[in-house]
């Protein structure tokens, strides 16, 4: 009995050691990347800059990644380290060296070691832009500086980001903004202010669209984007063209419709049909898609409809027009970081810029790419993949394992040996997800019970025994 009991505790220590062991392989929570037990989806602020970053924002950022598991939030690093142990009740993405976290006290903002720099009065903050975070507190926004002195109250209803000097802000009379020290400069006046850029912003009043200029002065109107490399998109008599900074019209106001510049190159449509223009307004890609977007790493997303609404299939060109992927793909998404996520029968994975599926198409959600790293999501559970598909496993600092003793080979110098790489496993072996931990410990306390059963089991037997031996005895001495 002694052995058995002994070999059933051993085996449950070593399934209990062995989940300890394995590291962190998938979390509830990636970056801004959420799921809500529906659907995944990135989360992030309204004015988050959807054309610097693309459709998802960064996964990392400074180095460091907030990753939640069982409720609790920390950061992990690129090198396969949990950098901030997860202790936290939320957490932000870096920025600028900063970044803010939840604690049964407030809100924090700490450094990249994990060093509270200050504690901030409000219910939410968000990342820093400019030397500035804008801040919620009771449901309306104020800014503070990367000190931690308030630079503007929590009295707006509505905040942007700062930007070349100013912030958009609104109250009950709309849209206006403040400088860097939270003074009024332009009055809120507008249904709309975007950042500013290149030295004005787009502003809506009623249903037209503005340009103004730092002076808060119109440079033209019927615009409906701020400046991208120079351009805005204006509507003139015949279509839709672009201006300058200056309010000059430098592409004609001829086009049906017109996408955004990128890369050198500009979506414009013609009976029905999308191509590309060059900034000077020269035909560069021929008429011959139903969509078109913007060019990213080299690349432009088209797509084919055929009903003229519905997309039915997306593919790739590159800047000379050339098909890059053709339109196979039920969806995707823009180039970022040198991949592309496109989905297939439900799925999602990955194609380089040269159209290769690089990442097989088996997750339930992809995120964009930025430096060389995504989350990508199955069963509601987040992992971390390299440009390869290489999943990351995240160990604390003091849980890495041993590495190999180094080569006894005198010829080999420790100046030409192979660099340590991240801890990562291959693709083909799925990473170990919590469910996974969770299943191990249960089996592992499963088996404890099992034993104790078989031992007080054993221990009932011997004392019924016991007791019969004790009634004979008994009997006989009666008699």
Partial sequence: MKKRLFCLILATFLLVSQAVAAGIGAFDSAGCNIYTGSSYYAEFD???????????????????????LNGLWGYVSTDGIVAIDLTYKSAGIFSEGKAFV????????????????FSLDCQKAFPYRDG??????????????????VLAEAVWIDAGYAS??????????GYGY???????????????????????????????????NMEGNVICENVYS??????????GENGWGFVDALGNIVIDCEWEDVDLPSEGLIGVRKEGKWGFINYEGELAIEFAWDYVWPFSDGNAMVATSSDGYAIDQYGFINSVGEQVVSCEYEKAKSFSGGRAAVCREGLWGYIDTLGTEVIPCAYAYAADF????????????????????????????????ETLPPTEDSSISEEDSEPELPLREEPADPPVSIGTILAV???????????????????????????????????????
């Fill in 46 to 68: 309204s004015n988050y800059d959807v054309d610097a970053y693309g459709s998802d924002p960064p996964l990392f950022s400074d180095g460091l990644a907030p990753v939640s």
């Fill in 102 to 117: 939840g604690t049964s006290e407030g809100i924090s903002c700490i450094d990249t070691q994990g060093t509270v720099l």
């Fill in 132 to 149: 500035i975070a804008k801040f919620q507190k009771d449901g309306l926004y104020g800014f503070v500086d990367a000190e931690g002195k």
């Fill in 164 to 173: 070349e000097g100013f912030i958009s802000v609104a109250n009950e009379n």
């Fill in 178 to 212: 403040i400088d860097y020290t939270g003074n009024v400069f332009i009055t809120p006046q507008y249904d709309v202010a975007a950042e500013f850029s290149g030295g004005a912003a787009y502003v809506q009043q009623g249903q037209t669209g503005l340009l103004i």
């Fill in 226 to 235: 701020g400046l991208i490399d120079g351009f805005a998109i204006i509507q």
């Fill in 370 to 401: 930025h430096d060389n790293f995504t989350a990508v999501g199955n069963n509601g559970v987040f992992t971390i993949l390299d440009t390869e598909g290489a999943s990351m496993t995240f160990y604390r600092a003091d849980e890495v394992p």
């Fill in 441 to 479: 410990v249960a089996a592992g306390i499963f088996l404890l019970f099992l034993g104790t059963a078989i031992v007080m089991r054993e221990i009932n037997i011997r004392r019924r025994r016991r007791r019969r031996l004790i009634s004979r005895g008994r009997g006989k001495h009666a008699k």
